[in-house]
């Protein structure tokens, strides 16, 4: 519902049907495919309401199937279905709507006696000593308030900069948040339009890694989420 108020009149009414609601599960079949779930089942969270299903044909979700809800019983059922797969970070793509971030990766290299930034692709070698530039894109359609941004780092990759502190850039502020494997962003308030958000970090040590992805999503809706590319990348060891 549009506010929190709404929400807590939208659960009370529907508490007020019946006798002892929140105890009565109901009768709910739910069809996807040729799978049936059904909320007279005996799994162990049937009493909760909550049913689970793991599927192993991929070719049901891909693309998405349609799903039947089916009452069978009196009264008032309501919902929501969530779907979770695992994938290859590398393999990730891309993906966002109101809310959309884009992670890029630079190394600092020294050309005709001058810095300049690369951009880092999957057939780029970096170095360990490296410096490398994360650049996020972030673009809204909307204004937005409580907005967060989590950047996932490289095991190959050590911050420059450890301190969390606020900072301003793009005409906005927000507290950047320095972790083990990630790099968080919190924005109070976000206007329609893009940002570019920039830190570095050096290449710690040699092997293949994944770069992470770039995940923003905001904080009270979370509906409204995106996240980058996944990549790999090659390190190899100090040149003497």
Known sequence: WNSPTATVDAVYALLLRGNDVSNSRGNVRITLGNTIMETLSTSSFADLGYLKET??????????KKITVEKRDA???WGAVYAQYSEDISKVTRYGKELQAEKKLYVEKIVNNEKRLQPVTSETKLTVGDKVI????IRLDRPMD???LKDQRGACFEPIESLSDYRRSNGTGYYMAVKDASTH??????????????YGYRVSRSGTYETGLAVIQSAYAPEYAGHSEGMKVEVTADQK
């Open 146 to 148: 409580f907005v967060q």
């Open 134 to 137: 994360s650049r996020i894109t």
């Open 75 to 77: 009264g008032v059922a």
């Open 185 to 198: 962003f919190f924005f109070d308030s976000l206007n329609k339009g893009v940002y570019v958000l920039e």
């Open 55 to 64: 599927l192993t044909d991929g070719n049901l979700l891909n693309p998405p």
